[in-house]
């Protein structure tokens, strides 16, 4: 799995059906030298309580994708937050004997 850190987004094409995104998200999957930008989502531009603001959707699973390599393989998207593995559980340590200070007691 790649991780994509960076994406943009820009203002659609205006559309007749008013249920059109206003913008689309785009990635680059290739390398700074030879970029391969695809489509990654879609806001939506509206309205709340503190004024407009976008309202953005990840691509479910999209179309096969050929990689560098030439290999095929079908991709989707998500948003994950790094380092968030669940941490293993630490097993209680056994209680040790108290360690023998050479001593015998009388």
Known sequence: MENIKSFSIFKSKLSDNPKAPSHNISANVGTTETPEYINIGACWTKEGKSGKFLSCKLQDAYKDHTTQDNTKSRVGFAIIEENATPKPKQ????????????????
């Open 91 to 106: 097993q209680k340590q056994e209680e040790m004997p108290p360690e023998d200070d050479g001593l015998d007691a009388f």
